[in-house]
């Protein structure tokens, strides 16, 4: 089996290696996730909790050194690595005890006539084995939602990380038999898109989790539908953030600038990618931007002082610079940054953005703020909605009526009143309409995603 070779994308240092599976590969792991399901379906809810609380636990006694390594292999700043490790072991723990939850019901066989005596109730049973697909952005937050939902749930896992950052995900898989789950419960296959292919094609996968680009959840879906297996899809996201002429401008500027420059150095399905500014505040708030985007520290990301890293790779920063000159070559007028250094990009705001260009339509992924002027509220949500995407959305606003009226007119899963689009908490139900994908991910929907009902029916039971 080949090595795939992982380095520090801000760098280029070697950090280490991982086995590298081809499609011929998939038939064994599967073979074996189906015998590590027989043994997770047959473990009772309150050992499963029991399993999960125990992975979180060890997670949280490595904090430092998974937030190291994670932020090492990704090019995201260390504070914010920590900050993903620690939104992670919240997740498995409200998983662990959303293991305990699953609840079926009871029907009343009475309201059908000549059923009157029947006894009829539902009870929930895992669906198999689950093949959680994991995005480079945030694996290992994004990991958790999946694995620790479908374990909950009594499934196994076969996860396959991001081949430019396995290593963190890896690291976890380490701590599955000291938390005492079976055997198979949960593997780790790394490789391209054809090894991608064979999971999503093989009748013993049940259902297929995948955040990442809309390409790609297209592909997945058209795979599994072919054999009518379950797909939850979490995909792309242009998400636009409207700032009125009563807003608090201080407050908007840094929702764009954590929201977008200086947050997962812009490479977040859910960041703010495009700003719609009323007329009387536009200006101000450009300025705004361009003075807080010039003093952000871009650096390497195990430097605590560190607020933009590395992007993931150089094809990655190539693209987000070639972006902003599209914008420019449209119309728009670069303020700040842009520049592309390596895997690097100084974060970059523009102005006066026609509300009609290609590059504005597509994610650009990676820390730029582009701003529309606009005159009216409706001006502002008709081209906000005028995107095949629908994660989030946000609005700034004093007047309450405002706010909520345009909550109510913006096509998004999500939609922030006077704060940043790259807010997720794993409580909250979590996706959106169209290119996102149509599904919500969060802590109450998705281990009840990752079951199938049965219905049983004790005829006479009530004579």
């Known amino acids: 089996m080949a090595t795939l070779e992982v380095t520090n994308p801000g760098t280029g240092e070697l950090l280490g290696g991982v ?127 999946k694995a620790a939902a479908a374990l909950a749930a009594g499934n196994a896992v076969i996860t396959k990380p991001p081949t430019r950052c396995p290593l963190t995900l890896f690291k976890i898989h380490e701590y599955y038999a000291r ?80 929201g977008r420059l200086a947050r997962g150095n812009g490479q977040i399905c859910c960041a703010v990618k495009r700003v719609y500014a009323q007329a009387g505040i536009h200006d101000a708030l450009v300025e705004r931007l361009t003075n807080w985007a010039a003093t952000l520290r871009i650096g390497d990301q195990l430097d605590e002082a560190t607020e933009v890293g590395p992007l993931i790779g150089e094809p990655d920063a190539i693209a987000v610079e070639a972006a902003i000159q599209a914008l420019i070559a449209e119309g728009a007028t670069l303020h700040v940054g842009g520049k592309r250094d390596g895997n690097f990009v100084a974060p970059a705001v523009l102005s006066q953005v026609p509300p009609s260009s290609p590059s504005l339509a597509e994610e650009i992924f990676g820390p730029v703020a582009p701003v529309v002027k606009f005159d009216q509220i409706a001006d502002a949500v008709a081209m906000a909605n005028a995107s095949p995407y629908g994660l989030q959305a946000a609005v700034f606003t004093r007047d309450i009526d405002r706010a909520f009226k345009t909550a109510k007119l913006l096509n998004a899963g999500g939609i922030m009143i006077n704060g940043t689009t790259a807010l997720r908490a794993e409580n909250l139900p979590f996706g959106g309409p169209g290119d996102t994908g149509g599904y919500r991910e969060g802590l109450h929907d998705t281990v009840l995603d990752f079951t199938k009902q049965k219905t049983i029916v004790v005829v006479g039971a009530l004579a």
């Open 19 to 145: 086995p590298e599976s081809s499609p011929a590969d998939v038939d064994a792991v599967v073979a074996q996730a189906l015998d590590g399901q027989h043994l997770m379906a047959a473990t009772p809810a309150w050992r499963r909790q029991q399993l999960l609380e125990n992975l979180a636990g060890l997670m949280e006694a490595d904090t430092e050194e998974l937030a190291r390594l994670d932020a090492a292999e990704n090019g995201k700043p260390i504070g914010q690595t920590r900050g993903e490790v620690e939104a992670a072991i919240r997740i498995f723990r409200g998983y662990a005890h959303e293991a305990t939850r699953l609840l079926g019901r009871q029907f009343p066989m009475d309201a059908i006539p000549g059923l009157e005596n029947h006894f009829a109730v539902t009870i929930r049973e895992p669906l198999g084995v689950v093949a959680a697909l994991i995005p480079f952005n945030y694996p290992v937050e994004l990991y958790s939602h």
């Open 179 to 258: 938390a005492g789950f079976p055997d198979f419960a949960h593997q780790v296959i790394v490789g391209n898109r054809d090894v991608v292919a064979a999971i999503a094609d093989h009748p013993g996968i049940a259902a297929v989790t995948l955040t990442g680009g809309t390409a790609a959840g297209r592909n997945v879906a058209e795979r599994c539908a072919r054999r009518f297996a379950k797909v939850f899809l979490e995909l792309g996201g242009n998400d636009p953030l409207i700032v009125c002429d009563d807003a608090d401008l201080d407050a908007a500027t840094a929702a764009i600038v954590l």
